[in-house]
C-alpha cells in the first residue's frame, strides 16, 4: 500500500509579494498530487500549514480544492490535519474543516482512526508548548487504541521535535508512542528522516513543497514522500519537485561585469528565470556602480537582490546550518526581546499574517495578547 505523505503547503504564499511566485506554490502542490495519482498512492495525507494563513485568498482555497478534486476523481482518499499557520487565535473555525464538510477530505482524529485498506491512520493538530502535556497524554492513549489494530498503523503530527533542533522542539520523540509503523509529520521545512529504536517506524519530515519566508533565496530540493506500508517495515522514497531554481552569486566588485555576464547566462539556461541573491565582495562599492550593471538582470530573471559585502568588516557565520530557520529566528527574537513569551508570540503568530499582508489578522492577534496580559 503506497501513501502520499506531504506537509507545509503554505498555499496563498507569494516571496516578495510576486504574482509568479503564488503561483509556483500552486503548481509544486498538484504536481505533488498528480505524482501521487500516476504513482496509485491508497492515500494522501497533508501534515499541517495547508494554508499560509488562518484566513487564505480565493486563489489558494481554488487551488487546494482542485488538487482534493482530482484526488476524489480517482477514489483516492485525502486526509489532514492543521498547523499553525491553518489555526487563527481568534477561536474561529479552521477554514480548512469546509473541506472536511464537503467530503473532499478527512480531518485525523488522535481518538477515532481513519482506516484505508487495513491502515489505521491516527492524526492531531499542531499543539502550541502551554498544552504539550495535555497532547502527550493524549498520544498516550491513541497509542494503546492503536495496539488494537491488527494491521499497520500511522501517526500524522505537526510538531516540532527537540531531537532535531532543541530552539524549535516542543516536544521529544520519547513523547511519541512505539505503537505505529511509520510517523508522518509536518513544520521543519527541512527534509528529514530518523528511525528511533523506541518508535514502530521511521519519522519523516517531508520538508515544504517551496520555500518558505524565514528559508530566504537558496538553492535546495524541496518534495513530498511516497510511503510504501505493504512490506514488514515501511519504506520511504522521497520524491523531489520540480521548482523555480533560486540560487546565490557572490561577485567580486572589481569583475562585476563579467559576474552579471555569469549570471545572465546561467538564467537563461534555466527552464523558468530565477529568483538571484547577489553578494558582492569589494571595497569602497559604489551602489550606483552596482545597479547600472544590475539592471541586466532585468529580464533573465524574476527577482534579485543584492548586498555588499564589505572586506574588511568581518562577517557572522554559523559553523553549521540550522536545522530549521524559523528556530534560529525564533532565538534571536528572545535575544532581541528579552522574553520567550513576546519571541513566541511575534514569530509563531504575528509572522505570518503580517508576511503575508494581512493586517487586519495581526492586529487582532496583538489585541487578543495584550488583553490576556493586561487581565480582567
Known sequence: MLVAHMSDLHLGYSQ?????R???????????VDISIKERVKLAIIAGDIFHTPRPNGRATFKLAEGLKR??????????????HDISRLRDVPFAYVFGSLGLARRLRLDEPLVVDGLAVFGANKERRNNIDSLVNNLQQAGKLAERHAGKRMLVLHQGLSDFNKFAGEMNSTDIPASFHYYALGHYHDHIEKRFEHLGGPLVYPGSLDLTPSEGIKEVEKGFALVDMSGEEASVNWVPLHRRPQFKATLDYGKIAEGIQGIVSKAKSLAKKPVVRVEIAGRNIDSKVIAANLVRLNDACLHYVWQPLEQEQPMQVYDERPADLDAELLRLSKEALGSDELASLAINDLLGPAAAGDAGEALEIAWEAFKRRAGP
Open 71 to 84: 484526488l476524489k476523481e480517482k477514489q483516492i482518499p485525502a486526509a489532514f490535519i492543521l498547523g499553525e
Open 16 to 20: 516578495f509579494n510576486l504574482e509568479e
Open 22 to 32: 503564488e503561483e509556483d506554490v500552486y503548481e509544486t502542490f498538484l504536481e505533488a
